[in-house]
């Protein structure tokens, strides 16, 4: 197993290479995106309508929110990036370095849709534009009766009664919420001590009964093999894969609840005036609804559209719990070394 990275430093080198490597600006404006299902859903529900809609044009580039923050930071009077889709860590670095602006709701008129609390993210930062949570996936053909809590997950993986998957330390986005914090929660501790974690995390590596996965699809393919029958995971990935054919993978929130990870956006400050009217489009309804149909997370419009099928399983607000995103960025640093020393190899 490799250790754990600090945050900012690895934000710094993930982008480093990039920040050179930028085209030259051709489009009307520029917006980020995640590679494979979450690339091709953004052009066809929010590109290529909007390009339609206003003769406008749009470049999208991939990556990670690391290296779009060091893009931008690297020329921040005229940056290449115009509107930041990226995730809560991303875009706290991105408000910390004074990258972007206030979302502003005169600008946004379509914002009048979205619930408050999708509006408050990064103190008025960025605004969600869809949610999905870490849960727990299980082969119900082998488990008949799941943990109820996520403490009863954690004592009865102990036991041995399963063998559970968890992310690994290299899984930046979910490791330092979904475990760390989720587990810390869940325990009755304080993001400011972490070491009732470290001591769990220690026991059930040392009992033999958990793996590490690193890469999304590596958890489905310890789930299929039969290397694992139970782990943390996320909602729409479960469901998607159920839907694709593994029938025996099921999908829940334990209690207190699962661990909301948000799809945000942000404006970038210096960047082109048409990023307004671009996120503006984001949260329109039928762009919104065609979103939700593809990737399968709830998404920020009230007045978005579901397939009942899809609906019926996706998080409420309710459902969810809301980790302090700013604290955990701030805490990372100091859970590195024990991380490192108890659980890394």
């Given at each position: 197993?490799?250790?754990?990275?600090?945050?900012?430093?690895?934000?710094?080198?993930?982008?480093?290479?990039?920040?050179?490597?930028?085209?030259?600006?051709?489009?009307?404006?520029?917006?980020?995106?995640?590679?494979?299902?979450?690339?091709?859903?953004?052009?066809?529900?929010?590109?290529?309508?909007?390009?339609?809609?206003?003769?406008?044009?749009?470049?999208?580039?991939?990556?990670?929110?690391?290296?779009?923050?060091?893009?931008?930071?690297?020329?921040?009077?005229?940056?290449?990036?115009?509107?930041?889709?990226?995730?809560?860590?991303?875009?706290?670095?991105?408000?910390?370095?004074?990258?972007?602006?206030?979302?502003?709701p005169a600008?946004?008129?379509?914002?009048?849709?979205?619930?408050?609390?999708?509006?408050?993210?990064?103190?008025?930062?960025?605004?969600?534009?869809?949610?999905?949570?870490?849960?727990?996936?299980?082969?119900?053909?082998?488990?008949?009766?799941?943990?109820?809590?996520?403490?009863?997950?954690?004592?009865?993986?102990?036991?041995?009664?399963?063998?559970?998957?968890?992310?690994?330390?290299?899984?930046?986005?979910?490791?330092?919420?979904?475990?760390?914090?989720?587990?810390?929660?869940?325990?009755g501790g304080?993001?400011?001590?972490?070491?009732?974690?470290?001591?769990?995390?220690?026991?059930?590596?040392?009992?033999?009964?958990?793996?590490?996965?690193?890469?999304?699809?590596?958890?489905?393919?310890?789930?299929q093999s039969?290397?694992?029958?139970?782990?943390?995971?996320?909602?729409?990935?479960?469901?998607?894969?159920?839907?694709?054919?593994?029938?025996?993978?099921?999908?829940?929130?334990?209690?207190?609840?699962?661990?909301?990870?948000?799809?945000?956006?942000?404006?970038?400050?210096?960047?082109?005036?048409?990023?307004?009217?671009?996120?503006?489009?984001?949260?329109?309804?039928?762009?919104?609804?065609?979103?939700?149909?593809?990737?399968?997370?709830?998404?920020?419009?009230?007045?978005?559209?579901?397939?009942?099928?899809?609906?019926?399983?996706?998080?409420?607000?309710?459902?969810?719990?809301?980790?302090?995103?700013?604290?955990?960025?701030?805490?990372?640093?100091?859970?590195?070394?024990?991380?490192?020393?108890?659980?890394?190899?």
């Amino acid at each position: 197993m490799q250790t754990l990275t600090p945050f900012r430093p690895l934000l710094a080198l993930a982008g480093l290479a990039l920040t050179v490597a930028m085209p030259a600006r051709a489009a009307d404006l520029t917006v980020t995106a995640f590679g494979g299902i979450w690339e091709k859903s953004l052009r066809t529900c929010y590109v290529e309508p909007f390009q339609k809609k206003t003769g406008k044009t749009v470049d999208v580039v991939l990556g990670t929110p690391a290296q779009w923050v060091n893009q931008v930071a690297a020329n921040p009077a005229k940056p290449p990036i115009d509107v930041f889709l990226t995730l809560i860590d991303g875009a706290e670095d991105a408000k910390a370095r004074g990258l972007v602006e206030k979302i502003d709701p005169a600008k946004v008129p379509n914002l009048a849709d979205v619930p408050e609390p999708l509006k408050q993210v990064v103190g008025g930062d960025a605004v969600v534009l869809h949610f999905g949570a870490a849960g727990l996936a299980y082969n119900e053909a082998k488990i008949k009766n799941p943990p109820k809590s996520w403490a009863e997950f954690i004592d009865r993986t102990l036991k041995g009664e399963w063998q559970a998957a968890l992310p690994g330390i290299n899984v930046a986005s979910t490791t330092p919420t979904a475990v760390i914090w989720n587990f810390t929660d869940a325990l009755g501790g304080k993001v400011g001590d972490i070491s009732p974690v470290i001591a769990k995390m220690k026991a059930l590596r040392d009992s033999g009964n958990v793996i590490f996965w690193n890469d999304v699809n590596q958890f489905l393919t310890q789930m299929q093999s039969g290397e694992a029958d139970i782990g943390i995971y996320w909602d729409g990935r479960a469901w998607a894969a159920r839907d694709g054919g593994f029938k025996a993978l099921n999908f829940y929130y334990p209690a207190p609840g699962g661990v909301v990870s948000p799809t945000v956006v942000q404006k970038v400050k210096n960047g082109s005036p048409a990023a307004w009217e671009f996120i503006d489009f984001l949260f329109s309804p039928e762009p919104q609804s065609c979103w939700a149909a593809a990737i399968q997370y709830p998404v920020a419009s009230t007045k978005a559209q579901y397939k009942p099928e899809q609906k019926a399983r996706m998080p409420k607000l309710d459902d969810v719990r809301w980790p302090p995103f700013a604290e955990i960025l701030a805490a990372m640093p100091k859970w590195v070394e024990p991380w490192n020393k108890e659980i890394g190899r």
